[in-house]
Every structure is written in structure tokens, then in C-alpha cells.
């Protein structure tokens, strides 16, 4: 029965890809990701929340860009109906190769001052992400919708890679509760798109690096798109 479920899901999940393929109009709640092969592009809808993202604490607070709404993280800045493995191969069909180069001990032993693997930065592909919405359609990078930190801890520029993590084990069980994470701010072994300039050790050490601009993004529940660039 389990082979039978991961055999459907494999199946509907293609089917969802497909279909996102085909679509030649823009994201839509119902619709949430759309593939544009000649311009290397996929865009995803979703609902941003800055104001959100700014007062959330706790452990990942500060942390996801973009998250799906059925995953188990909370506080993004952006959530989406669309899955992070429909994203995986929607960068994978463009022709981007993920670098699948870190382990969970990243995440797991990031309060370990002595373990080399929170330090470990994603490797993959560079990309492009920028954010549009209804009264700012030409979108905006997503390095100018943050606030600059200040010293001791500046902002080092923002590098977009595709991570991968497909192979995780939630990721491979049919039904699993899993964090679907599309893109984090950090070299997270989790999301499938990341920042490659900033390793977890970086999170835990200032976690409220990356504050919304309030003043340019729009309020919390404006939909949006998010456009990932394949840059080779």
C-alpha cells in the first residue's frame, strides 16, 4: 500500500507540473505556479504578510521567504498554495541543477558551537528572485524589500541557489508532515531555493537580520508573484 501511495503521489505530482507547463497566463490561487520556458522563468503566486514576519519570535522567525501553506513552517514572509517539490522540478524541467550539498546536521546542531555543519553554505545554480504585485508590476528584487542591517552584523549581498533537498526523508513519504519550504534566507538543508551568502550559523548568531520594509512592500494579505530567473 505504501509504494502504491507514493506511486500516486509521484503521479499527481507530475500531473500538477504538467499542467503548470502548459498555463500560458499568470499565477493564480487556483493556478499558483506557472513555468515560462523561454524566458527560464517560474512564478508563484502567493499572499505576503510583512507586517507578520516582522513581530514573529521564536526559533525560524526572521527565516522563510516563501513557504507552502500545507508545510509545517509558519511566519514567512510570503505563503503559497504551491508544493516546494512542484518548484524543485519546475527549476529542474528549466534546467538547473541543485547542489544538494548539505546534510540536517546543518539545522539539527546549529546550537553546537563545535560542529562544522551549521557553518556549511548550499551550493546549486544561481537564480534570480523578484516580487511583483498589482501596484508595483515591474517587481522588485528581493534584496531591496529588507532593511539593511546594521553593525556588527551587515548584510552580506544576497546569493540565490538552487539547493535542492528533494531526497529528505519527509519528502519521500506519502503524507508525511513536512516543513515545505520554497525559499529560506539562509543555506537551509530544507528549502529547495536558498541564500547561498548565509549559513545557519549566521541565523542563530543575528536571527533578526532580515526585517521587511514595511514602507515599500505592501500590507499583510496583498497577493503577489514571486519570479525565480534561471541565470544561466
Known amino acids: ?7 500516486l503521489f509521484t503521479v499527481l505530482l507530475f500531473c500538477g507540473l504538467a499542467f503548470a507547463r502548459q498555463s500560458g497566463a ?6 499558483p505556479l506557472v513555468v515560462v520556458a523561454e524566458a527560464k522563468e517560474v512564478q508563484v503566486f502567493g499572499i505576503i504578510y510583512p507586517m507578520r514576519f516582522n513581530a514573529a ?11 507552502w501553506q500545507g508545510g509545517t513552517s509558519a511566519n514567512a514572509l510570503i505563503e503559497t498554495p504551491a508544493d516546494d517539490l512542484t518548484l524543485h ?10 547542489g544538494d550539498n548539505l546534510t540536517m546536521a546543518s539545522w539539527n546542531q546549529r546550537r553546537d558551537s563545535h ?20 501596484d508595483h508590476p515591474a517587481g522588485l528584487p528581493v534584496s531591496e524589500v529588507f532593511h539593511q542591517s546594521p553593525a556588527p552584523n551587515p548584510q552580506p549581498p544576497v546569493t540565490w541557489r538552487f539547493a535542492g533537498n528533494r531526497d529528505r526523508w519527509f519528502n519521500r513519504i506519502p ?14 538543508p530544507s528549502g529547495k531555493v536558498g541564500n547561498g551568502a548565509l549559513s545557519i550559523h549566521d541565523y542563530v548568531a543575528a536571527p533578526s537580520r532580515f526585517v521587511a520594509n514595511t514602507d515599500i512592500l505592501p500590507p ?10 534561471v541565470q544561466r
Open 1 to 7: 500500500m505504501r509504494y502504491q501511495l507514493a506511486g
Open 26 to 31: 499568470a499565477p493564480t490561487a487556483t493556478t
Open 57 to 67: 519570535q521564536g526559533d525560524e522567525a526572521h527565516y522563510h521567504l516563501l513557504v
Open 89 to 98: 522540478g519546475a527549476l529542474v524541467t528549466l534546467g538547473a541543477q541543485p
Open 115 to 134: 560542529s562544522p555543519a551549521p557553518r556549511e553554505k548550499i551550493t546549486g545554480d544561481l537564480l534570480d528572485i523578484s516580487i511583483s504585485w498589482a
Open 175 to 188: 503524507l508525511a508532515s513536512r516543513p515545505g519550504c520554497l525559499v529560506c534566507l539562509y543555506s537551509c
Open 220 to 229: 499583510d494579505g496583498t497577493p503577489v508573484i514571486v519570479t525565480f530567473r
